[in-house]
């Protein structure tokens, strides 16, 4: 049982995550709150993930506040380009190739943007940049986001309860995981 209390332990702080997510999005009308809750959300994800210890409300708040600009700007174009790519049928296989390539850069986007310190436009290209290079990362990300969009299409019930936060904690988790191992191959390279 003790082995189990570490899964459940993520579970929790998953749904929390989500709880704070939905709670922030809504709270800014939706298109207003999704930039800086999402951003809100991986920042606290990132915390997590380094072992930090933080009361979740305060600091998502404080988060949602800081980026409510540049998380808008950040987000917005990501979710803009994902509806008009999966909307548009007329180019078909090429539309679905633009938005795996998409949700690739995005899933790297975001985990590197709240934990680097870069100038806001180096974001995109070093992120680009990092899924095109590392194909094998860039797969396992795809899987994960596959495999959580696959769970919730089983389960709707995990869309409000579970998905957001869960996906956004365990490509935080991957994302960060990623970049170590870069630093670290970089460094032995002498770079």
């Known amino acids: ?25 809504l709270a800014g009308g939706v ?19 380094m072992g930090e210890s933080f009361p979740p409300l305060r600091a998502f708040a404080t988060a949602y506040r800081r980026e409510f600009a540049r998380g808008s700007l950040l987000v917005l174009p990501i979710l803009l380009a994902a509806a008009v790519l999966s909307t548009t049928t007329l180019y078909g296989a090429a539309s679905l190739i633009a938005l795996l390539l998409l949700a690739m850069i995005a899933a790297y986007l975001l985990p590197m943007y709240v934990h680097f310190d870069l100038r806001p436009r180096d974001y995109l290209p070093k992120a680009s940049l990092f899924a095109l290079a590392r194909p094998a990362s860039s ?24 998905a957001v936060g869960g996906w956004i904690q365990l490509n935080t988790w991957l994302a960060l995981r990623f970049f170590a191992e870069n630093e670290a191959l970089l460094l032995a390279k002498g770079n």
């Open 1 to 25: 049982m003790m082995r189990l209390y570490p899964v459940f332990d993520e579970v929790w702080w998953a749904i929390r995550l989500n709880a704070l997510w939905l709670l922030f999005t």
């Open 139 to 162: 797969i396992v990300l795809l899987f994960a986001l596959a495999a959580t969009a696959y769970a919730v299409s089983l389960l709707p019930l995990l869309l409000p309860t579970l």
């Open 31 to 49: 298109v207003l709150g999704i930039g800086p809750a999402t951003v809100a959300a991986y920042t606290l994800a990132r915390r997590h993930a």
